[in-house]
């Protein structure tokens, strides 16, 4: 058993507590490589704001789960060397067992999420209330979910997601004694969010989405006051890294996200944590297609991963700052 604290990390009670009364979110960034950990802990120093490191499922498979624990543990003395010691959180995002969960409690995260959210409710309860009693006897802080995400990664088609059930939030939340939830409210995960039929254009042409349910986000509120929310699935899709994709040989097709100023709306709320992964792998490949088509000679991963890295810090340096409002919290 290696504990988080003897690494320097942080659970986020404390981390939440201050994200909603000051009215900001922590950013919950997704990370599989090495210059996307550098990207994310040399924005969140420079800014000085707190972060979560995010390793999913599919992450641990990619790159080595002991590595990529290794890694993020790394990015405390990262961190420090860069000159600031800012909070830094490890978080499985979307476990979907309790072994998984207990597997990653027991190597060091500070942190899990045990997505229940595709179960019935009360199979969601008693699961989540399992992870729970292990967690917290490791302080851990544990993020439980309720309601389904729409969104070609979850395999779950735009008519068959379900919103929360604001009714449903306070007894989940009292029987299974979760740090926070994540709710749905019409966000949802990759690069196209909705459907063409679902937005409507402006003038230039481009797809405008429909407005997210803050309806249900303020009955949540309503019903577990002053209780940390996440949102999933809050990548924007910048149109400019999708166009550069396009324009260098990429086939992005209606790719759309969640309009900045809907987060920035939703960092006032009881949202205290905000999870984005696409826009990076934008970031990320935009950079990466332009290299190519402009400097065919090039062979050095180096001369691309390099300004993959830079693009990449000033996407999490620009969310931190002028989105997520956490810049200058740590
Ligand atoms: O929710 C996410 C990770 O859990 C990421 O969402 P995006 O696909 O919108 O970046
Ligand atoms: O929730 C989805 C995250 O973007 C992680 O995606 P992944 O499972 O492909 O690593
Ligand atoms: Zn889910
Ligand atoms: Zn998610």
Excluded: W
């Amino acid at each position: 058993m290696v504990s988080y604290k003897e690494l320097g990390l942080v659970n986020t009670k404390e981390l939440f507590k201050k994200a909603f009364e000051g009215k900001y979110a922590i950013p919950a960034f997704n990370f599989n490589n090495m210059e996307q950990l550098q990207a994310i802990i040399s924005a969140c120093v420079e800014e000085r704001s707190p972060v979560i490191l995010q390793v999913s499922k599919g992450a641990r498979a990619y790159a080595n789960e002991t590595l990529l624990r290794y890694m993020a543990q790394g990015a405390v003395e990262y961190a420090k060397e860069l000159g600031y010691n800012i909070p830094i959180v490890l978080h499985l995002d979307h476990g979907d067992s309790f072994e998984l969960c207990k597997a990653c409690i027991e190597s060091g995260f500070s942190s899990v999420m045990i997505d229940g959210s595709h179960l019935p409710y009360e199979e969601n309860v008693a699961l989540t209330r399992k992870v729970v009693e292990f967690a917290h006897a490791h302080d851990v802080t544990v993020e439980g979910e309720l309601g389904v995400l729409a969104g070609v990664e979850d395999e779950v088609s735009a008519e068959h997601h379900t919103y929360t059930r604001p009714e449903e939030v306070e007894d989940f939340v009292k029987k299974t004694g979760v740090d926070s939830l994540a709710i749905s409210i019409g966000t949802s995960h990759g690069a196209n969010k909705f459907k063409p039929e679902q937005c409507t254009r402006n003038a230039e042409g481009r797809l405008v989405p429909p407005p997210l349910r803050f309806d249900i986000l303020e009955e949540v509120e309503k019903r577990i006051p002053g209780f940390p929310i996440v949102l999933h699935g809050s990548s924007s899709v910048p149109q400019d890294d999708v166009d550069t994709i396009n324009k260098y040989g990429g086939a992005l097709k209606d790719a759309i996200g969640i309009p900045e100023e809907d987060l920035r709306h939703a960092t006032t709320s009881a949202v205290c944590k905000i999870n984005i992964d696409s826009d990076a792998r934008l970031a990320m490949t935009a950079a990466v297609r332009q290299v190519f088509a402009t400097k065919p000679a090039e062979f050095d991963p180096r001369k691309y991963l390099g300004p993959a890295r830079d693009h990449m810090k000033a996407l999490y340096t620009h969310k931190v700052k002028n989105v997520l409002g956490s810049a200058g919290k740590a």
